[in-house]
């Protein structure tokens, strides 16, 4: 028996529910994937019928569009809908109530929709449905085909969201608009109709989706994800119909395209780990960083191969099976994340739906695999080849080389994330378990620094080779004059910021090398033609994304060291890792300065907002000359975190971060006191005080100037027959003149009554108690409570020059962009030796 999990036909009578949202989303669920299937079969069966009559292809043809226009309607009414139920705060759906909050800001709305796992899919299939119609409005004869895959592709997107069952144990997908009763079936307050009466509000957001990088970075990662089934469908048209023309340029201007957005993603994922996890800084190699970052290694080394078979008609069946890698490597990274198999070893990674999101995630690779795989074996003897060699002095075999080093770079890297899935196997084998790397910083730069080094110099110097041959005079000239500049630039810049490692000593050779050799490309080769630039223009960011890796990691220091001899306790797995933390971890006592670095550290206090779930941590930076002990630079931060969020024990912290032109000083929370155990035992002190007499604090100091008896303050009404005085006390620090306290005494209707004054800031309570007037004296009644009792441990960590790499990547991504418009823009002809080539 098949039955959706919403049980949108339930004649159970609940009081509150809002079921017709739900139920005309999942009607557009299973709508997109009738119309999916639908177009897919309508544009195969053009395909089929291309060579019979021609107004039975066009038939298919007019089916197969107006399938895809109506899956695509579908898909958006998929999102209004969710969104209607995650704005309206409908709670009876599972995913509002899992995934929002009515405490959650209007801004970050939007994030709960890529929170989940069908949220995902959803944005997946969104952008598919956007470049499908430009497809289907641009792609001309190759239309059916190209169209074919893409409907076919968003029939098995729009699956993960169906929330049928067949049967007891077999699933296929799960909808976003399954009811919270549904999904926590036996829960006994569902027993009752009006469940809907204790339910008053969601789970939340994820703490650290609360950013507004996640506002941005989900969708354009996604539209980068989306972008490579687009070469990747015009290959498959290309081997579908022995066809090895017509497909090259859009292939060539959509692979500019998704490397450009998918690039642009993985760095503004970059940015948000940066701005908002305390990794301590944007890359960690994360496994999903990494799933993210291997179909962009592919698709960049398959742009390479699909230029050079443009331009020689070489490579071609290599290009074929890296579009095909590509592709398969975006599902094969929603399977890494999305099934919860990499759960131990990732922060970023989804805990996973069950076996049944993994094994349809399996039968849709599968499905691809089989795709590929057959086409190829058909097609084998049939595609195009060039039997003689490449002259080892050309453009072809230089950028061969660089896509072979791309992939064996993503090979690396998937074989050591995958090791979760794997292993097992292994160890079954062997009877040994293979764990990931203990230190995967330190595994993973220690094999791709080699790669950075090998493409820096390629991407550097195969510009000024042509196509097919080269004149290996001039190419030796100019490689000689920008080799030698950047020889100059690479040891005044290791020297200066001491990179005494060999390896990165090469590797800032090949950074610099690409900066010299690509300026001078665009300014003395290309006469600086801007519409010819876009390779020289991408690689040049590329060299300065390599500049500033090396520049911001290998000298990223930490200044916060605890040298206070106090043990922090970190649960860190290894007791190396727990001295490591405690040593770089430095715990700041409120309004106690802490020297950090060149700096000054003050804690001064937390800070609270009711439209705002984060604590605030206020910290003073203050940077003082030595000799004339005056202050230099004075700077506040001010690092959040979400303490205990949903009753849940721990800390969520975002750090807070100071920028400098040629550094950033990133500073973030690591421990913090539980403001429910903070304790204030201080008692009132009594104090004798004459005019002139100073009662000494911590850090502080007050002097009683006397008495005032014409009060004017706002705390106090004055009524008729009252008699009221106030006591002027001045505080001091050690930097001077802090501020006047005024607490006052009055007596009313024969009772003696009393306002105290307070700094909070200081920990200060000030009560004037009586007038002695015998003594000219007054009691002044003093309180001040510990600064132990308030404190927060810092990391600070100094990022020099991490400036240069955001500058990199955005040079990069308008490189792609320049090629792709140059692409677009260019009118076909024989390809020439002076064809620009590689971008």
């Known amino acids: 028996m098949i039955k959706t999990i919403p049980d949108i036909l339930n004649t159970t009578q609940f009081i509150g529910e809002h079921l017709l949202p739900g139920q005309l989303g999942q009607f557009c669920v299973i709508t997109a994937f009738i119309c999916a299937l639908f177009s897919a079969y309508s544009y195969y069966k053009a395909v089929r019928t291309e060579n019979r009559a021609i107004g039975e292809s066009a038939s298919w043809v007019t089916l197969g569009r107006s399938g895809f226009i109506l899956h695509a309607i579908s898909i958006f009414g998929i999102f209004y809908f969710l969104y209607y139920i995650i704005a309206g ?26 929170e989940g796992q069908q949220g995902s899919f959803m944005l997946w299939a969104f952008w598919h449905c956007v470049l499908g119609i430009i497809v289907m409005r641009t792609a001309g004869v190759l239309e059916t085909r190209v169209m074919a895959i893409i409907a076919m592709v968003q029939a098995c997107i729009a699956s993960m969201l169906l929330g049928l069952y067949f049967g007891p144990d077999l699933q296929i997908g799960t909808t976003p608009f399954m009811l919270l009763r549904n999904a926590m079936q036996g829960a006994p307050i569902f027993a009752t109709p009006n469940y809907m009466s204790f339910i008053h509000d969601g789970n939340g957001l994820n703490p650290l989706l609360q950013n507004y990088w996640m506002v941005i970075h989900p969708p354009i990662l996604f539209l980068g994800f989306s972008s490579t089934l687009i070469p990747f469908s015009f290959a498959i048209s290309a081997l579908w119909k022995n066809d090895y023309t017509t497909w090259v340029k859009p292939a060539v201007i959509s692979s ?8 642009t993603g993985i760095m503004m994922g970059g940015a948000w780990a940066y701005e908002s996890l305390n990794f301590g800084g944007y890359w960690a190699w994360d496994p999903v960083e990494n799933a993210s970052l291997v179909p962009w290694l592919t698709l960049v080394a398959a742009l390479h191969t699909l230029v050079v078979y443009k331009a020689t008609k070489r490579s071609l069946l290599v290009t074929f099976i890296l579009l095909m890698i590509t592709y398969c490597l975006v599902w094969y990274s929603t399977f890494l994340t999305r099934t919860g198999i990499l759960g131990k070893t990732s922060v970023h990674a989804f805990t996973g739906d069950g076996k049944s999101l993994t094994y349809h995630l399996v ?6 695999l089989i795709l590929c795989i057959g086409l190829l074996i058909k097609r084998w003897k049939e595609i195009p080849r060039i039997k003689t060699e490449e002259a080892t002095i050309s453009r072809e075999f230089w950028m061969f080389i660089g896509s072979f080093i791309l992939l064996l770079s993503a090979i690396q890297i998937t074989i050591t994330t995958s090791i979760p899935v794997w292993s097992p196997l292994a160890k079954l084998i062997t009877g040994k378990e293979v764990a990931p790397p203990v230190n995967p910083l330190q595994h993973y730069d220690s094999i791709q620094v080699w790669v950075a080094i090998i493409i820096g110099l390629l991407s550097a110097s195969v510009l000024y080779m042509r196509f097919k ?25 290791g020297f200066g910021q001491k990179i005494n490692a060999w390896q990165y000593d090469l590797m800032l050779y090949a950074a610099c090398f690409g ?9 003395f080769v290309q006469k600086l033609q801007l519409k010819k630039l876009g390779p020289a223009i991408a690689h040049l960011g590329f060299a300065i994304v390599l500049m500033g890796i ?17 043990n922090l306790m970190f649960n860190k797995p290894t007791a190396e890792e727990n001295a490591k933390e405690n040593f770089e971890n430095v715990i700041l006592y409120r309004n106690i300065p802490v020297a950090m670095g060149e700096y000054f550290a003050t804690y001064m206090g937390d800070s609270t907002s009711t439209s705002d779930p984060r604590t605030f941590y206020k910290v003073d930076y203050v940077r003082i000359d030595s000799i004339t002990n005056k202050v230099e630079e004075s700077f506040t931060l001010y690092p959040d975190a979400f303490v205990n969020p949903k009753g849940n024990m721990g800390l969520i912290s975002n750090p807070s971060t100071k920028h400098y032109w040629n550094r950033d000083i990133f500073t973030y929370v690591s421990s913090v006191i539980d403001p429910g155990k903070r304790t204030d035992t201080s008692k009132f002190q009594s104090h004798i005080m004459h005019k002139g007499d100073t009662v000494f604090l911590n850090n502080s100091y007050l002097v009683f100037n006397g008495f005032n008896t014409q009060v004017n303050d ?16 001045t505080l001091y620090d050690i930097k001077g003149f802090v501020k006047t306290m005024q607490p006052l005494y009055y007596i009313r209707d024969r009772y003696e009554s009393r306002i105290d004054d307070t700094l909070t800031s200081k920990y200060l309570y000030t009560r004037f108690s009586r007038i002695i007037p015998e003594k000219g004296a007054a009691e002044i009644m003093i309180r001040q409570a510990d600064p132990n009792t308030d404190w927060v441990v810092l990391k600070a960590i100094v990022f020099p020059f991490i400036n240069v790499l955001w500058l990199g990547v955005i040079i990069m991504v308008l490189g792609f962009l320049l090629s792709m418009i140059r692409q677009i823009t260019k009118k076909e002809r024989k390809p020439t030796d002076d064809f620009p080539g590689v971008v």
């Open 89 to 114: 705060h409908l709670f009876e759906y599972h995913y509002a109530w899992e995934h929002s909050s009515l405490t959650l800001p209007t801004k970050y709305l939007l994030s709960c929709f890529w």
């Open 256 to 263: 500019l395209f998704a490397g450009a957005v998918l690039g």
């Open 363 to 368: 039968a849709v690779i599968g499905l691809l």
């Open 469 to 493: 041959k080269s004149d290996g005079k001039l190419v030796a000239k100019r490689l000689g004059i920008t080799g030698s500049i950047a020889l100059v630039l690479a040891l005044l810049i």
């Open 515 to 523: 900066i010299v050799a690509n300026i001078y490309y665009a300014c």
């Open 550 to 566: 090396l520049l911001s990691s290998f000298n990223k220091h930490v200044i916060s060291y605890n040298t206070l001899g106090i």
């Open 714 to 729: 706002p705390r106090y009404t004055a009524k008729a027959g009252d008699i009221a005085v106030s006591a002027q006390l």
